[in-house]
């Protein structure tokens, strides 16, 4: 026992990156879900590391599945089960303790920018510092087309259910200023163990993404999912509910515009890849980069 107590106080606190993207699915080149989809950097990581191949989350919705991630509640001990819900207006929710929470009682600073929580959730008590702020602005805000020109899909009614080509450049885009901004967290010698969250939000909708990316993946060449016509003949009738058959992919069925949604989403995937490269860049050449943990995760990805 003694022995045991010698050797954990002489283990040192690693720093911890801990990297969310929203809505990213198998369409990874290292998961194999897409011939087409472009992920050097998330290849090149997976390769580095431990690459799990059989993650599940606890409820295919943001707001629960990041609640349940960050707290280690289930949604069946919470009552969390939808996106309105902040986990801490529930009875077991509300005096959870998160994993940011229990590191600071250990010594570390609890840091982050971007989508780490749901919405305007972003839990205040969990952090020491968040860019923007962690008081509902924790996402820096990415430019939008002109209202009189959307939805560019041209499907009526989409709401947020659409995507295209814009033409601001990387630099303008929310997920460029989180990366920017966690980039420089990894470059400064902090004296403190950290944990630094770097939420990305992309390939989560509207796809809108600078044009380049969407030029990566031709019109003509995509090549469309296999689905199959009975895929929802196993799941129970409050499944098939929620999976809504007639409609956000009805509507691309009637609109013929299948091949351009899996576009937009390839494309919204390729500029996250390019966004983690910088921090993945910054990991490398900063001081304490081979003694940070990295963890990666996403919180329900998407189908198609």
């Known amino acids: 026992m003694i022995f045991a107590r010698r050797a954990a106080a002489a283990l040192p606190k690693r720093n911890v990156l801990f990297i969310a993207i929203d ?36 409820a295919p919705l943001c707001n629960p599945s990041r609640a349940a991630l960050m ?11 939808q996106n309105p819900q902040p986990f801490r207006m529930s009875e077991k929710g ?18 982050g920018s971007g989508k780490i929580y749901h919405g305007g959730f972003p839990d205040p008590a969990s952090w020491d510092d968040y860019y923007p702020d962690n ?18 899909n041209g499907i ?23 990366a ?34 969407f030029d990566m993946f031709p019109l003509e060449s995509i090549q469309l999912p296999a689905v199959r016509n009975d895929d929802l003949n196993d799941v129970p009738a409050i499944g098939v509910r929620f999976a809504k058959p007639d409609g956000d992919h009805a509507k691309v069925i009637e609109y013929g ?25 910054a990991l490398e050449t900063s001081p304490k980069g081979k003694e940070t943990v990295v963890v990666l995760w996403s919180d329900h990805g998407w189908h198609l």
Not at 135 to 152: A, F, I, Y
Not at 198 to 212: A, D, I, N, Q, S
């Open 23 to 58: 809505d990213l699915n198998d369409w990874v080149g290292s998961l194999g879900g897409h011939p087409q989809t472009q992920t050097p950097n998330l290849d090149k990581f997976a390769a580095s590391g431990v690459n799990f191949t059989s993650a599940h989350c606890a």
């Open 71 to 81: 707290t280690g509640l289930r949604p069946s001990t919470t009552g969390v089960y």
């Open 94 to 111: 509300k005096n959870a303790i998160t994993i940011t929470q229990h590191l600071r009682t250990v010594g570390y600073k609890a840091i």
């Open 135 to 152: 008081k509902g602005n924790d996402v820096p805000r990415s430019p939008m087309p002109r209202q009189d020109k959307l939805p560019l």
């Open 156 to 178: 009526p009614r989409t709401a947020h259910f659409d995507w295209g080509a814009i033409d601001n450049p990387d630099e303008e885009m929310g997920d460029f200023q989180v």
């Open 180 to 213: 920017r901004w966690v980039s420089a967290q990894l470059a400064r010698n902090h004296s403190d163990p950290m944990f630094i969250a770097c939420g990305m939000t992309r390939p989560h909708l509207p796809w809108y993404v600078p044009k380049k990316y």
């Open 257 to 281: 515009q299948w091949k351009k949604a899996v576009q937009g989403y390839l494309a919204s995937i390729a500029f996250c890849d390019a966004m983690l490269g910088h921090v993945f860049r």
